[in-house]
C-alpha cells in the first residue's frame, strides 16, 4: 500500500517529556528537564499481537494521560523526520505491546520503550531507515545505544519475533483501494483518513480490531467530506462515533 501521508519537516529542538507525573495533553506544553534514569525491567512473557488486547497493566504506572503524551511525541517525530505514515502505526502497536507485557515499563523507561519501537518500526518499513544515532538525537540524548539495544531485544522476545502484523492504516488504504473510487477530492481524503487515524492513537481502543479502526477512519474522513463513504457495521459506526469525540477533546492540541 502507498504511504499517503506527508512528512513535516522542522528546525525547532525536540522535547523531554521523561517527567510525565504532572503532563498534560499537549505534547507542546509539557516540557521537562528531569535527570533519565537507567531503567530496570523484568523479564517479559510472550504477547500476542494481533490480539485486539491493548490495554494497559491493571496495577499500571502509566496512565491513559501519560500514555498519551507518549505518543503524541512519537508522532512528532515521525511528522519532523522522512518517516512513512505506516512506520509510526506500526510503532505505536509494539509501544502498546511493551506497556502491556512487561510489568515494571514506568515513567523513567516509557521514553526509552518508545523510541526503541520507533526505531524498530523504522528498520522493518524503511527503505533507507535512519541511524540509531538519529533516535538518540530525538530523546535529546537521554539514553545510551546500548540500552536502545538491550531495550529492542525484549521486544522481540516480547513479541515471539513475530513484527509482521496488520495496522489500522494498512486496512484503511486496502479499502480505499478496493471500495472507493478516486476522483477530484482523492487527496483531500486521503490526508482526512491519516488525520483521524492518527488521532485514533491517543486513545485506547480495547474492545475493537485494528480491521476495524482502519474502517471507522475511511467512514468518518468521507462523511465530514461529504464523499460516498464505504458500506460498515454498526458496530464500526460506533467506533467512527467515538472518535469524532476523541477530535473533539484534542482540537488544537495535535
Known amino acids: 500500500i502507498a504511504d499517503f501521508g506527508f512528512a513535516v519537516k522542522s528546525s525547532k529542538p525536540f522535547k523531554d517529556i521523561k517527567n510525565l507525573q504532572q503532563s498534560k495533553p499537549s505534547l507542546a506544553r509539557n516540557a521537562s528537564n528531569s535527570k533519565h534514569i537507567v531503567p530496570m525491567l523484568t523479564e517479559p512473557t510472550k504477547h500476542n499481537p494481533e490480539s485486539a488486547d491493548r490495554r494497559l497493566p491493571s496495577k499500571k504506572q502509566i496512565t491513559d494521560e501519560m500514555r498519551k503524551v507518549v505518543v503524541e511525541w512519537m508522532l512528532e517525530v515521525s511528522h519532523r523526520s522522512t518517516m512513512k505514515r505506516e512506520t509510526v502505526f506500526m510503532a505505536v502497536r509494539l509501544f502498546d505491546c511493551g506497556l502491556a507485557g512487561m510489568k515494571e515499563v514506568g515513567i523513567t523507561n516509557v521514553q526509552l520503550l518508545a523510541t526503541t519501537a520507533m526505531f524498530m518500526s523504522a528498520k522493518y518499513e524503511e527503505i533507507y531507515p535512519e541511524s540509531l544515532n538519529k533516535f538518540l538525537d530525538y ?90 463513504p464505504p458500506a460498515v457495521s454498526d458496530r464500526v459506526m460506533e467506533i467512527a462515533f467515538q472518535l469524532m469525540g476523541v477530535w473533539r477533546e484534542n482540537e488544537g492540541g495535535v
Request: glycine share 6%; net charge negative.
Open 139 to 228: 530523546t535529546l540524548n537521554s539514553y545510551m545505544k546500548h540500552e536502545i539495544l538491550v531495550m529492542e531485544e525484549k521486544i522481540l522476545t516480547l513479541m515471539g519475533f513475530r513484527l509482521t502484523f496488520e495496522t489500522r492504516f494498512i486496512h484503511a488504504g486496502m479499502i480505499m483501494e478496493k471500495e472507493l473510487s478516486y476522483g477530484p477530492n482523492a487527496k483531500k481524503l486521503k490526508s482526512m483518513v491519516v488525520f483521524l487515524l492518527e488521532l485514533s492513537l491517543l486513545a485506547q481502543w480495547e474492545d475493537y480490531s485494528e480491521n476495524e479502526l482502519g474502517e471507522a477512519g475511511v467512514f468518518l474522513a468521507s462523511k465530514v467530506l461529504k464523499y460516498p
